[in-house]
């Protein structure tokens, strides 16, 4: 059934028809003549003069009626011509009655084809001569019916006036009444009705992080539908053309959601609406992350705070009649960044009375957003996998408590005002290779809930202007919307510092490179991991800006006795020689060379088919030594008597232990031991440090005495911090007493008078004027 409007259209349409068949058939008396054949019916067709074959003279009726209609709405919106309306109308009856296409097709002459042609058109509407002119011009490619896509023309070559047309799919349900008409080819539809104030403009663009589409039902009054436009660029066109024709025929506000598009279909698209509603009328909006470079009024949707995902969760939970309480909605909020929709679908896959286990399991599903240039982990492993010193323990659960209750406590104290916390945390792990620094960012990533993404440094920077900064925000912004943590390792690579005085294009491009990471991070609403093994590699202008700075200390004899614990699993048979506590004094040996090594053990005394014992470690680090380039002894017999590398070897280690135990009683930070020259390569990165240089070697004795003498030094940014630290290790060798070295007695001295010319040629050996030390000699007897 049709309504009202369209019935007095359509009997308006059959006065017409009958009226053409009237003059269609006085033409075919004039020219079928004395009705003869052959030569003389061709002589009959060209007899009649083209005056006598032209239809009386007088305007025929309108076919549009008066009213609110569908189509009159169309006419309005696009300013169309009664005339065009008329097109409409005639090519829209074939989709009505099935009789007008067989009444087309004989005033069409060509009973093959059903389908309405440019000469029934013409037929109906077109026989005065200015009537034609303008159906010619409306009918044409670049008409305004044809260029809005109401008309399509249907490809191929025809006659004249012979091609085929055709109404759009969704004109003609709009036509026929249907409230959603729709959108063919979108990858999603959606209809609601806006909560706003009327009269914002038609034509305008929606970015940045927030819910885009929330954001534009609170602008306007109309009905809303979004389109998700597919990513091809060739259909992707059409979908927006196909939109943007159902916003004008329902008088919705049409939101094209380009957030899936690559650069070259985002191009089109807006090029196409962007003609469409300057030239012929209606509009549409367009929702993108990114500002569009196009002449329409732009609307920045800021992503929802903590409280707004929290109330969103507590406002689904009562519509739905499910009791949420108040600490599990915040708990939700802050784990998952899910806007209004995000939650109504959390909801939606939910059971009828989920409990907090069943919605957080489900929204984690919405946190697997793709983070270009990144490689996800799904944490598994935690804090119990990891052995820590309890600085380091400490500031990892500082940095966890920070990103678990940020939101919560910056409403309930009001600290947005001072403190900017809708951000963050950015954390900082240094330490050298090995000491745990990616396991730890799986481990904060696994009691956070949420998952890993580690950036590819190599796929990140690029080697164009600009490219860099955009992938950078690309990756962020993602990661925002995946709820990801954000894990830079080698961070030192991408945020390095600035040079001061640039001397070339590249130095100035590293500067501006810098400079804007600054102020991205900063902008980055997440928590992202930076880890480097040179500290002193990072700006200092950004050092300033991370939340948490962690530090991962080369582990000590004990915890290094932990972590063989740790990765020997259970199931393991040990021999009964096995001794972990000497192997981890006899070895300083990383977190993740030990990790190594230990794999090589287990897999050596299963190649062998017998419980593992000492000797298969021992072998295990002597490999891994060599694979890593360090010095690996030949296995020693038990009667094999120490050389003097390995007498000096255990003083060393002997010395470095017991300063490293004072240095660590006394302060907070890690105070790094180097041993060696104090060069600028082995200081970098190791401030404040406590140098280590063997600058003498004698054997007293014959071949079994050693006497070995050592310059100790202090290095910090700060001066007085150099001449405090030295007060300290001064002490700490005072009161130092050496243990036997392999059963020989060691002895340690403190040189209080020393030789000013020793001091100044070793000094001056390494660039420096002449540092305040302290110099000391250890002898074996």
């Known amino acids: 059934m049709v309504d009202d409007f369209l019935a007095d259209a359509l009997g308006r349409l059959d006065q017409r028809i009958l009226e053409v068949c009237d003059e269609e058939e006085r033409r075919a008396s004039r020219l079928a003549g004395g009705g003869g054949r052959g030569w003389a019916a061709v002589r009959d067709l060209v007899r009649p003069p083209v005056n006598d074959l032209a239809i009386p003279a007088g305007e025929p009726a309108e076919l549009v009626p008066d009213g609110s209609h569908v189509l009159r709405r169309i006419g309005r919106e696009l300013a169309l011509t009664e005339r065009q309306l008329e097109v409409i109308l005639v090519l829209l009856a074939a989709h009505v009655e099935p009789r007008y296409q067989s009444v087309y097709a004989v005033l069409q002459d060509d009973l093959r084809q059903p389908r309405p042609t440019e000469r029934v058109v013409h037929a109906l509407l077109g026989r005065h001569p200015d009537r034609s002119r303008a159906l010619a011009d409306a009918l044409s490619a670049g008409g ?303 009691t956070l809930g949420r998952p890993l993404h580690t950036v590819d440094l190599a796929q990140l920077v690029s080697k164009y202007i600009g490219e860099t900064e955009k992938h950078v925000d690309e990756v962020m912004t993602q990661a925002e919307r995946a709820s990801a943590v954000l894990f830079f390792d080698e961070a030192d690579a991408l945020f390095s510092n600035r040079v001061e005085k640039a001397s070339n294009a590249g130095e100035h491009f590293a500067n501006m490179l810098v400079g804007y990471l600054l102020q991205r991070i900063e902008l980055h609403d997440g928590t992202t991991i930076l880890a480097t093994n040179l500290r002193g590699g990072i700006d200092e202008a950004f050092l300033r800006r991370f939340q948490v700075r962690v530090e991962f200390p080369f582990p000590e004899a004990d915890e290094r006795e932990r972590i063989w614990r740790l990765l020997l699993p259970d199931r393991l048979t040990l021999a009964d020689d096995v001794d972990l506590g000497r192997l981890a004094k006899a070895h300083r040996l990383a977190g993740g060379d030990i990790r190594n090594a230990a794999l090589k053990a287990v897999f050596a005394a299963h190649r062998r088919g017998a419980p593992l014992c000492q000797d298969d470690l021992e072998r295990a680090i002597a490999v891994e030594l060599l694979e890593l380039g360090r010095l690996s002894r030949h296995p020693r017999g038990t009667d094999g008597q120490p050389d003097r590398g390995e007498l000096l070897r255990a003083v060393l280690d002997d010395l470095h232990d017991q300063l490293d135990a004072c240095l660590r009683g006394r302060f907070l930070k890690q105070i790094h031991l180097v041993h060696g020259s104090p060069t600028d390569e082995r200081l970098a990165g190791k401030r404040p440090a406590v140098s280590i240089a063997l600058f003498r070697l004698a054997a007293r004795r014959g071949a079994d005495g050693l006497r070995a003498g050592f310059i100790v030094s202090a290095w910090s940014h700060l001066a007085e911090e150099e001449t405090e630290l030295l007060g300290v290790v001064h002490e700490a060798l005072g009161g130092m007493a050496l243990a036997p070295v392999h059963g020989r007695v060691a002895r340690l001295r403190v040189q209080e008078s020393h030789d000013f010319d020793l001091l100044h040629r070793f000094w001056s050996s390494h660039d420096h004027p002449v540092r305040a030390s302290v110099v000391v000699d250890a002898e074996i007897e």
């Open 144 to 446: 305004r019916l044809v260029r809005s896509g109401l008309v399509r023309r249907l490809p191929g070559l025809f006659a004249p006036l012979a091609r085929p047309l055709d109404l759009a799919d969704d004109v003609v349900a709009a036509l026929l009444g249907a409230p959603e008409p729709p959108v063919e080819g979108a990858t999603a539809q959606h209809w609601s009705v806006g909560t706003g104030a009327p009269g914002e403009p038609r034509w305008q663009v929606l970015f940045g992080p927030g819910d885009l589409a929330a954001a534009a039902r609170e602008r306007t009054d109309r009905r809303v539908v979004e389109i998700g436009v597919p990513p091809a660029p060739e259909t992707a066109v059409g979908v927006a053309t196909a939109a943007w024709r159902v916003g004008v025929a329902t008088d919705a506000c049409p939101l094209l959601d380009l957030s899936a598009l690559e650069q070259p279909a985002v191009d089109a698209v807006v090029r196409t609406v962007e003609e469409l509603v300057s030239g012929v009328g209606g509009g549409a909006w367009l929702l993108s992350r990114e500002a569009i470079p196009v002449a329409a009024p732009h609307v920045e949707a800021a992503s929802p705070t903590w409280a707004g995902r929290r109330d969103a969760w507590t406002a689904e939970a009562a519509l739905r009649g499910i009791a949420l309480a108040a600490p599990d909605a915040a708990e939700l909020a802050t784990r998952h960044r899910l806007d209004a929709r995000g939650v109504r679908q959390v909801f939606g896959l939910a059971p009828p009375t989920p409990t907090l286990a069943d919605l957080d399991r489900i929204a984690a599903g919405f946190g697997l957003e793709h983070v270009r240039l990144s490689q996800r982990t799904v944490p598994i492993r935690g804090f119990d996998d990891l052995v820590l010193r309890e600085t380091t323990r400490e500031a990892l659960d500082r940095l966890v408590h920070y990103a678990r209750h940020r939101d919560r406590i910056a409403e309930e104290l009001d600290l947005e005002r001072r403190f900017r916390l809708q951000r963050g945390p950015v954390a900082l792990f240094s330490g050298l290779s090995g000491t745990g620094k990616t396991l730890a960012a799986e481990a904060v990533a696994a």
